[in-house]
């Protein structure tokens, strides 16, 4: 006697409908969906997810690499519209620039005439 998983019709049925996590990975899964999954590093993968379990997923790329990742370092997992890219990529942190002070002026002390 085989059970049968209930067959839904979008990622937000499986998600609300059924068992959270696991049926919108599974529904990820059986519908090849392509997938951009953003790592807590900032790190970008996209692929198609081949398989999962409790602790990690299998991402499959275009070009048929694997790549096991664990979920504990997964920020955000997206739906990709198109083709699967192959490609890693690094966030871009936000630079930080400072204007340099005229020496011997005090911070909050900008008129030192005396």
Request: hydrophobic content about 30%.
């Amino acid at each position: 006697m085989t059970t049968e998983s209930p067959s839904y019709s979008t990622i937000e049925q499986a998600f609300s409908l059924g068992n959270g996590q696991d049926s919108a990975l599974n529904w990820l899964r059986k519908n090849r969906t392509p997938v951009a999954i953003f790592l807590v590093s900032g790190i970008k993968l996209e692929g198609i997810i081949s398989g999962f379990d409790q602790y990690s997923v299998l991402l499959t790329d275009a070009h048929g690499n694997q790549q096991l990742v664990y979920k504990a370092k997964i920020s955000t997992i997206a739906m990709h519209s198109g083709r699967p890219q192959v490609s890693i990529q690094r966030a871009r942190k936000p630079r930080v620039t400072m204007s340099p002070r005229p020496y011997g002026s005090a911070r909050g002390d900008e008129s030192n005439d005396q």
